[in-house]
């Protein structure tokens, strides 16, 4: 059975790992390092040098008309039910109390939207807007006796048996491999959150023979309709933007299949099919001289994003998710190169030690620099900004150990961990584009060596 990232950082505890950035939290007591305490103040300016702007997005024209009208069908459901219950109508407080929230939940919901927010990010969003309108107009409908559990099944199924069919009925057709590959895998990360939606409410549900139970129930159905709407937007509007469009289907699977084999194969190279500690001790490192080192975080860092990404690949190779295969393999390959990078610079007496606060200042500084670096390489720039974004997303972990009350402003664990992922994201960065170019090339040569 393939392991997880958590069943990794499981194993690990039982070597004395303390803490691993970005992924768990370190020993709330006192701490045991040597590193002197570093200047606060200059702790504090490097969090407020802030996060790199890297919002989701996708190649396809998002029509303002379509966020409007999933606006609008929100507001419809929450506008067809009362903000409050009354005792008289519902008696049962606990219902009432339910009620109030996922009203006010959904009033929340249908605030405007942040003003730096992608078209992509607002069309995800409708369905968190769509689903809480849901959950309160299911649980009152419920509550007063206009709405069973037995209708909202009946809705579910009617939604599952759309998506399978919209799932079937789509092909990878585009214009130009890099674009077309960013456009389907958000399309079958829609599709895949509309499944989750309803597989969850059955499998999570907090409320049992209640109407709350019912607005739950709604809450995913509407949620899953809004996911599928939204995928279907996407790719029909991308494909409208195409005179003559291509036919990748065959090459996006062959590609896929080829690039997940070559990642798990990549994998199996290291010792004992990457147990993180063989790992290191392989690579030349004693595990007890790297502890409560930058090094050390990084290492682990890069090397468990590898692991991980490699194992959750194959699922979506055999769900038919061949973009967010390839995606994947993307991602996995990524990591695998920033460890390597780790490792060389690791030897070569890197991040021994976290001096000042101004060494923290300069690893953010260099992330910073890559990720802007790789945003402006114009080889793959669909594919290479869509890995950017998560990517990205470490920046904001690594600031986060600055905030967090865990910590006083002075602690070296906060600064040493946070320095470890500021690192991992530079390392990263610097791999997107060569590793975009590495997925691209493959599937043009699967193609023939055709790259439109």
Not at 110 to 115: E, I, R, T
Request: aromatic content about 6%; glycine content about 6%; charged content about 30%.
């Amino acid at each position: 059975m393939p392991r997880t990232r958590r069943d990794v950082l499981a194993s690990l505890a039982g070597v004395g790992v303390a803490g691993l950035a970005g992924c768990t939290a370190l020993d709330a007591g006192e701490s045991e390092s040597d590193d002197p305490a570093l200047d606060a103040a200059g702790l504090r300016q490097v969090r407020q040098l802030g996060s790199p702007a890297f919002p989701a997005r996708v190649p396809a024209p998002i029509a303002d008309s379509f966020l409007e009208q999933g606006r609008a069908r929100a507001r419809e459901l929450l506008d067809s039910c009362p903000e409050t219950m009354s005792p008289e109508e519902v008696p049962n407080e606990a219902v009432r109390d339910i009620y109030a929230e996922a009203y006010a939940d959904a009033a929340e919901d249908l605030a405007p939207a942040d003003a730096d927010e992608s078209p992509f990010e607002a069309l995800r969003g409708l369905r968190y807007a769509r689903g809480a309108a849901a959950m309160a107009k299911g649980t009152y409908d419920a509550a007063v006796g206009d709405l069973t559990e037995s209708d909202v099944r009946d809705e579910a199924e009617a939604v599952r048996a759309d998506i399978e069919s919209f799932r079937l009925g789509t092909r990878y057709l585009g214009d130009e491999p890099d674009r077309a590959l960013v456009v389907y895998e958000a399309v079958e990360n829609l599709v895949a959150a509309a499944v989750r939606y309803l597989d969850n409410a059955d499998e999570y549900g907090r409320y049992t023979d209640s109407a709350p139970q019912v607005g739950e129930l709604l809450d995913a159905v509407e949620s899953a309709r809004a996911s599928l709407g939204g995928a279907r937007h996407v790719r029909d509007r991308y494909l409208a933007t195409i005179a003559d469009p291509l036919d990748f289907t065959d090459a996006f699977e062959s590609t896929a299949s080829s690039l997940v084999e070559v990642v798990a194969d990549r994998l199996a190279e290291y010792p004992e099919e990457g147990e993180l500690e063989a790992v290191v001790e392989a690579e030349g490192f004693d595990p007890e001289e790297l502890e409560s080192t930058p090094a050390k975080d990084l290492l682990m860092e890069t090397f468990i994003d590898f692991g991980s990404n490699v194992h959750t690949v194959p699922e979506a190779l055999r769900s038919g998710r061949f973009a967010t295969a390839l995606v994947g393999a993307h991602t996995a390959e990524t990591h695998r190169r920033a460890f390597e990078d780790a490792v060389t610079a690791v030897k070569r007496g890197r991040y021994e030690s976290v001096e000042s606060a101004a060494a923290v200042r300069d690893a953010k500084l260099g992330a910073l620099e890559a990720l802007e670096a790789a945003r402006s390489d114009g080889s793959n720039p669909h594919l290479t900004r869509r890995a950017l974004v998560d990517v990205a997303h470490m920046v904001g972990r690594g600031d986060d150990y600055f905030r967090d009350d865990y910590y006083s402003d002075d602690d070296p664990r906060a600064a040493r961990n946070a320095l470890a992922q500021y690192a991992t994201t530079e390392f990263a960065a610097r791999e997107t584009p060569d590793v975009s170019a590495w997925v691209l090339g493959t599937l043009a040569a699967e193609r023939g060596g055709v790259h439109r």
